[in-house]
């Protein structure tokens, strides 16, 4: 933690969920956090609270992320949990749908690093996330998985392309947060009970537990082209 003090993190998805608690992480052990996303209103809160700076991005707009990035003098730690997509069977999902999660999971993530790399500094690290569904479907639900896996790829690809800086990938299981509360109560009851007896734990995640990953992979100077699986041991059952 104490590594961050001074340096430029920049998180795009940190208006909300578990961007946004890794940001007040960062910023309490002395970052400087800029936060992007599509919701101003929500940056604004969110900047407020830690004392940052924000600035609208659209993941799945080059021009956009040009711009998000070209306003920047520095990135020191990039954290990219932005993203929105529709997940559901092969026979159900149109094409448009199951490439959802390509476009803004994928592609977006991928694009994002694209345009921070000129900014990077030499020794700065980059957290992509996935989910824990790339290894263990928790339902039919094939592109979502394929995507998963996909970033994972990537985060390894990356690694391997510009190290020294450190690229690395964070697979959260099922956590209790901002994404869940959104869904109807019976929906996210059921989940959550499934998911309870699917893991090792026998529990369901906290965002906080995720941001502790991601700090961890901030600050772990010898780590590069992994991934780490904040699940509770779901990949293992």
């Not at 707009?61 to 711009?67: G, R």
């Not at 990938?169 to 099922?174: E, F, I, L, S």
């Amino acid at each position: 933690m104490s590594a961050l003090a001074g340096r430029r993190v920049v998180i795009i998805g940190g208006g909300s969920g578990i961007g946004l608690e890794v940001a007040r992480r960062a910023a309490a052990a002395g970052a400087s956090v800029h936060l992007g996303g599509r919701t101003p209103e929500k940056l604004a809160s969110a900047a407020k609270e830690v004392g940052g700076t924000w600035q609208v991005v659209d993941n799945t707009d080059q021009d956009s992320l040009a711009a998000f990035f070209g306003a920047l003098d520095r990135v020191d730690h990039l954290f990219t949990p932005g993203a929105s997509y529709t997940v559901g069977p092969l026979r159900e999902l149109s094409d448009e749908e199951a490439a959802s999660p390509f476009e803004t999971k994928f592609w977006g993530q991928y694009h994002a690093v694209k345009h921070a790399v000129p900014r990077l500094a030499p020794d700065a690290s980059i957290v992509l996330m996935s989910g824990a569904a790339s290894v263990r479907p928790p339902a039919a639900a094939p592109a979502y998985v394929a995507c998963n896996a996909a970033v994972e790829g990537l985060g390894r690809g990356l690694a391997v392309e510009l190290a020294p800086v450190r690229v690395n990938v964070v697979a959260p299981g099922t956590i209790d947060g901002n994404m869940w509360a959104a869904r109807p109560a019976a929906v996210r009851e059921a989940s959550f009970a499934q998911y309870r007896a699917d893991t090792l734990l026998h529990r369901v995640g906290k965002e906080s537990e995720v941001a502790d990953a991601v700090l961890y992979l901030f600050g772990s100077t010898y780590t590069t082209g992994s991934t780490l699986y904040p699940d509770g041991g779901y990949a293992l059952r």
